[in-house]
């Protein structure tokens, strides 16, 4: 039998989105490249997952620390990394969240625009199956069609998308809409995490190419601690296996371990730049639910049917956030107790974007944990909840509303980023636009930690439309 390599052409760092649509499209133009994985966590099928009611055995908080009172976050650490928790919402980003500091003045300007990422956006959604609508090309424009048709609208959409067709369109999804070889139809159980009959798009069910790759190693259980840098050039990632520690050598290395670990890694392999771990973010979100007169709704055909982006863009974003609108077709605040109108409610999600702040930072302590500080989201942020919830009446006004009650904030949208920002200054960013480090030319970041600015929409669509880009101007 060979003795594995010693040496890889492509050492890989973490297993989640950014890393596997990596691989991927490197794979594309290097399918004879020998690729191994350090993966910290184990792999997890489905049927474990169901039986155990978890993605994994490793708890998120386990593996940082945080001051008492600061934010939340949530993330999977195993084989598949969020691919294995997501709930496959994949709206693009909107054209302008591209170029917020040249539009509005806040954040930073990403080094790419949307029509340079369309694409990639097409690659990653023929990958996971994508449902959707043409209708969501009046907001986001695309290219070509979705792979698979959208999911039925509600009762609710349908007369939301009667007197807004520009600004409510069925949702993106990876929840298939259609059996898809690999998938069943989604049945709008609304337990996405643990989705019980396999609908949404996953490491197990969707790189199916990438496990069984011969050119492709994936070694569980292996926690990288840091990377060995010379002269500016990663010679080798020393890694931790059942308390031992390991060097594994390679000519392009990829850091992909989530936008906490991520820079934790660099912070710890003395990578210095100064905004390394800085401006950790995500969405702020509260939940809503609109009690409706004579409507009955949850006629859906998927957990959440569509987005409502009235309030999402405009010249209001120079002095606060814009937000998005989920409709959701389940009934987290239980049905109504009156008789006959149990299903006259329409529960929603209110999302709101913020901006990276300097003082939100990941931060190693003094025996290597990462450590993470957030007290809280940016004045931007607070006035774009002030303003959303101010103004959602209005937006809902087609609908035949009885009370609209606020249901709190939530304590995360579950989409840690901005950690280690990309840009074409090497001063005011830690990666350059084909993502690879401004300091260590031979050391690619993927994942959502390379966001410039945050967005109200979700992040995984992009983090692999990126990913596959910067692959293909690499390979
Ligand atoms: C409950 C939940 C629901 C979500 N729903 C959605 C959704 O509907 N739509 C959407 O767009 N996004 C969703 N997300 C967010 C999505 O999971 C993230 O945006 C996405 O996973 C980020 O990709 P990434 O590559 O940056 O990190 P991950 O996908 O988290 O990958 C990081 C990988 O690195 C590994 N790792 C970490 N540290 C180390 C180390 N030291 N050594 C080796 N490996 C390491 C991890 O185990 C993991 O495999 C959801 C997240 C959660 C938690
Ligand atoms: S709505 Fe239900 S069937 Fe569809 S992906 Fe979520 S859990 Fe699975």
Redesign the pocket.
Same mark, same amino acid.
């Given at each position: 039998m060979p003795s594995p390599p010693s040496s890889f052409d492509l050492v890989v %760092? !973490?297993? !989640?989105?950014? *890393?596997l649509f990596f691989i991927e499209g490197y794979l594309q133009k290097r399918p004879e490249a020998r690729v191994l994985v +350090?993966?910290? $966590?184990s792999f997890h099928s489905h049927a474990w997952q169901i039986e155990h009611g978890r993605n994994?055995s %490793?708890v998120p908080e386990e593996?940082y620390r945080t001051p008492a009172g600061h934010k939340a976050w &949530?993330?999977? %650490?195993?084989?598949? $990394?969020?691919?294995n928790?997501?709930? @496959? /919402?994949?709206p693009r980003f909107h054209p302008t969240d591209f170029h917020m500091r040249s539009l509005y003045g806040v954040a930073q300007d990403w080094p790419l625009t949307y029509e340079e990422l369309d694409p990639y956006y097409v690659q990653a959604e023929n990958k996971m199956s994508v449902a959707g609508a043409a209708e969501m090309s009046t907001v986001l424009p695309r290219s070509t069609p979705f792979p698979l048709p959208a999911h039925k609208l509600t009762s609710v959409d349908e007369v939301m998308r009667r007197a807004q067709p520009d600004l409510h369109v069925p949702m993106a999804t990876a929840r298939a809409s259609a059996a898809t070889g690999q998938r069943g139809r989604c049945c709008a159980s609304a337990r996405?995490?643990l989705c019980p009959v396999n609908a949404k798009f996953t490491f197990e069910n969707g790189f199916t190419n990438l496990s069984s790759h011969p050119n492709v190693e994936i070694r569980t259980g292996?926690?990288?601690?840091r990377l060995d840098v010379a002269n500016g050039t990663t010679i080798a990632a020393i890694?931790r296996k059942h308390g031992f520690e390991h060097r594994v050598k390679g000519e392009l290395f990829v850091l !992909? @371990? &989530? @936008?906490i670990? *991520?820079p @934790? %890694?660099l912070l710890r392999s003395g990578i210095d730049h100064s905004l390394t771990g800085v401006g950790i973010h995500e969405q702020a979100g509260y939940s809503v639910e609109v009690l409706l007169d004579g409507l009955d709704n949850l006629d859906g055909g998927t957990i959440t049917t569509a987005l409502n982006y009235s309030l999402y863009d405009g010249a209001f974003r120079r002095d606060h956030a814009g937000a998005l609108i989920y409709f959701d077709n389940r009934w987290p605040h239980g049905l109504r107790k009156e008789y006959g109108r149990w299903r006259q409610l329409a529960p929603l999600v209110v999302v709101v974007e913020d901006l990276p702040q300097d003082t939100n930072r990941v931060t190693i302590d003094g025996d290597g944990t990462a450590h993470v500080s957030h007290e809280r989201v940016s004045r931007y942020a607070e006035l774009g909840i002030e303003r959303s919830w101010a103004a959602l009446r209005q937006v809902l006004a087609p609908l035949p509303i009885e009370h609209i009650e606020f249901r709190g904030m939530r304590a995360t949208e #579950?989409?840690? /980023?901005g950690s280690l920002r990309m840009g074409h200054d090497p001063i005011s960013s830690v990666i350059d636009a084909k993502q690879v480090h401004h300091q260590v030319r031979n050391l690619v970041v993927? !994942? #959502? #930690?390379v966001f410039p600015s945050g967005s109200c929409? &979700?992040? #995984? +669509?992009t983090?692999a439309a990126l990913s596959l880009r910067s692959a293909s101007l690499l390979a």
């Open positions: %760092i !973490g297993s !989640g989105f950014g *890393s +350090l993966e910290r $966590g994994s %490793i593996t &949530n993330f999977t %650490i195993g084989v598949g $990394g969020g691919t928790c997501w709930y @496959a /919402q994949t996405c995490m292996c926690e990288v601690t890694y !992909g @371990a &989530n @936008a670990h *991520s @934790a %890694i #579950s989409h840690i /980023q993927v !994942g #959502s #930690s929409s &979700n992040p #995984s +669509l983090v």
